[in-house]
């Protein structure tokens, strides 16, 4: 991307486009450009048609999207499939009709299906039954991928797909029914050691693994690809290592400091037992992340201190 082109990166209050932006700034790039969800809804096609004729940009990170943990996609399955179906249309087709040079679109793990081989090669994708908690939220995802595909081959439009493990870092939502888990287990444990209670809930069974990629990590390899990467196949990110939630569990409450007893509610989901990425096409490309687990926790727990007010309302 040219020093002086126009990126516009969508979603850029999340905690994904906030990393975007950051690293971007931190490469020297300055036009970029941004709306908040109040001066442009990404559902409304005719004001995203007229934002894109307005204000013509060169490349397009589409992280904007309605996510949350498996709580939310289960609960507002309507909204998670709607929504985002409209966000990433609009902005994929007016990105078309503008001719932007290139575009990302970001969609998650969760595409594969339940119980696809581990670890997850992108070649699995529609081999089997979606997890039935974020279906809505995948079906969207996967028709992001395949846009991107569809505008690629009959326009000959370069338009590439990543698929971002389960993230954290800052800007995450803290909303304890709403979040993922790492930062409800942050905000957990540390209101429990604040007020000395003698124990804290913990979703599930806690056997099902997950891996987690810092977002400045994730930002890193979208810059990285949106340089080096111009193929139809989308490609994964991840660190290839996963832990269970119980291990999880474990580190949150050592790094915040809490003495008291995991409680497991088994009356919650555990949704997918496991979702851990092949990131070899990634590594090929020499890409490799660099925030270690229990380093990311650290930073995102000073992160959530530094802006308790903030994040917790
Ligand atoms: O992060 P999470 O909500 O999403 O949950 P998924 C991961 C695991 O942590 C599940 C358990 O087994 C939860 O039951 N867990 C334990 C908790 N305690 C908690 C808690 O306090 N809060 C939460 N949220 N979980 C989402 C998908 O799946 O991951 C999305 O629903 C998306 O579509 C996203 O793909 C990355 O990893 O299960």
Redo the contacts with the bound molecule.
């Keep these: 991307m040219e020093k002086q082109a126009r990126i516009y990166v969508a979603g850029h209050r999340g905690m994904v486009g906030s990393a975007i932006t950051r690293k971007l700034h931190a490469e020297g790039y300055e036009n970029i450009l941004t709306r908040t969800s109040s001066e442009l809804d990404l559902r409304n096609q005719a004001a995203v048609a007229n934002f894109f004729a307005e204000e013509r940009p060169d490349y397009v990170f589409l992280a904007a999207a309605k996510v949350g ?3 939310a ?1 289960n609960t507002y399955r309507a909204e998670f499939l709607y929504d985002n179906l409209l966000i990433e249309s609009n902005i994929i087709h007016s990105a078309y009709e503008t001719g932007v040079k290139k575009l990302l679109f970001l969609g ?3 595409i594969y299906p339940k119980l696809a081989p581990q670890p997850l090669k992108e070649e699995y994708l529609l081999s089997g039954y979606l997890e039935s ?2 279906e809505p ?2 079906i969207a995802k996967i028709t992001g991928i395949k846009l991107c595909e569809a505008y690629r081959s009959q326009y000959g439009c370069n338009f590439i797909s990543a698929m971002p493990t ?1 993230l954290y870092g800052p800007n995450d939502n803290y909303d ?1 029914q709403g ?3 790492l930062p ?2 942050i905000r ?1 444990f540390h209101e429990a050691k604040i007020n000395d209670q003698p124990t804290v809930e ?3 069974t806690g056997s ?1 693994r ?1 891996e987690f990629l810092h977002a400045d990590d994730l930002a890193d390899a979208c810059f990285h690809l949106m340089e080096h990467y111009n193929d139809e196949l989308f490609v994964n990110i991840g660190t290839g290592e996963d832990v269970t ?1 119980r291990e999880l569990a474990e580190l949150v409450k050592e790094t915040v400091g809490y003495e008291g007893e995991l409680r497991w509610n088994t009356e ?5 037992p496991r979702k851990l990425m092949d990131v070899s096409r990634l590594h090929s490309m020499g890409w490799k992340h660099s925030t270690e687990l229990r380093d990311g926790i650290e930073r995102t727990y000073q992160d959530f201190l530094a802006n308790e007010v903030l994040y917790v309302e």
Excluded at 268 to 272: A, E, L, N
């Design positions: 943990g498996i709580m996609n998650s793990s969760c908690t974020n939220y995948a389960n304890l979040s993922h888990v409800a287990l957990k913990v979703w599930g099902p997950r939630i919650k989901p555990d949704g997918t």
